[in-house]
């Protein structure tokens, strides 16, 4: 029996165009919060997810699972690997579109047990655009780009205003974001990057 009993987009979708200023294959993507679960620096038990960006409208992302991360002794838990594909399919919408949005839906098939140490790599493909609907997917390989398939995911982001944060969120902590890009806006001119969104 299929794992994927929908057809995925689930709708009838445009192709996902990526902004004419989104960062080109080969960059490395940035932290893009420092207290993030899934990428922060400063969040000391977090997943410390990296993105580089591949060719077509694909983002590479990997982690590696610590002790942090078990469910069962030795394994990791299946809420921190979808969190982990929330963050890599997040990342690739944000980088690629650079259009604020947030996940609607996210649906991940666990096909292999991801054991601690182990690293995962997250290949995430843009699927399409429907309105506001951002559609995405992702497998997670197993120590090696080319590694076997333990996580596959998809998600549904949805677009939103810029007060979607400031409505909802943390003025203080979006400060210290607001702070944290125009730290990153200076390093990226410095290395003579063009960096107007
Ligand atoms: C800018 C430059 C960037 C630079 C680079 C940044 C990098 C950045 C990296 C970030 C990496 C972090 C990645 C983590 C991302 C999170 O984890 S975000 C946190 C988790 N998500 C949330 O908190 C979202 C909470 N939900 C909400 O706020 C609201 O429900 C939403 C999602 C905004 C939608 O509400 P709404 O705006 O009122 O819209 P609504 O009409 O309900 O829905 C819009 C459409 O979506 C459909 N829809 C909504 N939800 C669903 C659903 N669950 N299932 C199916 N359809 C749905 C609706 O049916 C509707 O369809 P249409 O009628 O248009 O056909």
Not at 18 to 41: M, Q, R
Not at 52 to 78: I, K
Not at 123 to 140: N, P
Not at 157 to 166: K, L, P, Y
Request: proline content about 7%; some cysteine; hydrophobic content about 40%.
């Amino acid at each position: 029996m299929s794992r994927v009993s929908q057809p995925w987009p689930p709708v009838a979708v445009e192709p996902a165009v990526p902004h004419p200023k989104a960062p080109v294959a080969g960059t490395e993507l940035g932290v893009h919060f420092n207290e993030c679960f899934g990428c922060g620096d400063e969040a000391d038990a977090g997943l410390h997810l990296r993105s580089t960006v591949g060719e077509g409208q694909v983002v590479h992302s990997r982690f590696t699972v610590t002790a942090a991360h078990q469910g069962a002794p030795g394994l990791a838990h299946g809420g921190l690997l979808a969190c982990a594909f929330d963050e890599a399919l997040g990342s690739a919408v944000g980088n690629l579109m650079r259009r604020p949005a947030v996940t609607g839906k996210l649906e991940t098939d666990f096909r292999r047990p991801v054991p601690v140490g182990s690293t995962l790599f997250i290949e995430t493909r843009l699927d399409g655009v429907a309105g506001r609907k951002i559609y995405v997917s992702a497998d997670g390989h197993l120590d090696a780009a080319d590694g076997p398939i333990a996580v596959s995911a998809r998600a549904l982001f949805i677009v939103v205003a810029f007060d979607h944060f400031s409505t909802h969120g943390d003025p203080e902590a979006l400060e210290k974001l607001a702070a944290q890009h125009e730290k990153n806006q200076r390093e990226r001119e410095e290395r003579g990057w063009e960096i107007n969104p």
